[in-house]
Structure formats: C-alpha cells, structure tokens
C-alpha cells in the first residue's frame, strides 16, 4: 500500500462514504502487513499514529474533533504544491453540519457523529 492509498480511504471517511470502523479494520490489516517486516517505516509510523488516535476517539479520550482535525493533517502531508482536497460529504446523513478550525481559519464542515459508530 502507498500513501495514496492511504488518504484515498482517509477521504472516503471523511466524506461519509465508510464508517470509523472499517477505516480502523483497513490501517489494522495494512498495519499487520507492515509489522511482519523488522524495520519501522513512515508508512507504520503513520498507521500506528492513526490506529492510536481512532482508538483514543472509540474510547472517549479524544473528541471527534480532534480525530477529523487530525484526518485531515495527513491528507495535507506531503502535498508539495498548494492544491485543494475536495471532500465531498454523504448527504444522506441528517446532522447539523460542524466547521473544522485550523488555526483561526475554518477548513472543513463535517457531519459530527456521522462516520463514528
């Protein structure tokens, strides 16, 4: 697996498409793969990142919050050139919409409570 692959499922999340369930099962099955080999990569030590912090949030330590804030920091890692991510949300889901704020500027609206199960 490739960090592309890795955002890929981490937009799908985002905007609604998989549950935070799912996404946790897919970086613990890649994880799996990854710790078969001696060596740490950027790649484990991205997916152990993410693993603990989905965890954290399943578990109430953390906020939803601070999960999608944190989502949404590694779909902006690495991105050389200023781009745009466009996310766009499942609009089957029936939640008041939440901005997510970086710094003093709004990033993202997301659906709160809408990929936590």
């Not at 399943?58 to 999608?68: I, T, V």
């Amino acid at each position: 697996m490739q960090e592309a692959e890795i955002k890929e499922k981490l937009v799908e999340f985002l905007s609604g498409n998989i549950q935070l369930d799912e996404l946790n099962e897919v970086i613990d099955d890649w994880l799996f793969e990854l710790r078969q080999k001696p060596d740490l990569t950027d790649e484990q030590e991205l997916l152990s990142t993410l693993e603990l912090i989905i965890h954290e949030t399943q578990e109430g330590f953390r906020s939803s919050d601070e999960l999608y804030a944190t989502i949404m920091n590694v779909i902006e890692l690495n991105n050389s050139e200023k781009t745009v991510t466009t996310i766009e949300f499942n609009t089957s889901a029936s939640s008041e919409a939440t901005t997510i704020i970086k710094g003093a500027t709004p990033v993202r609206d997301y659906l709160p409570g809408r990929a936590l199960v």
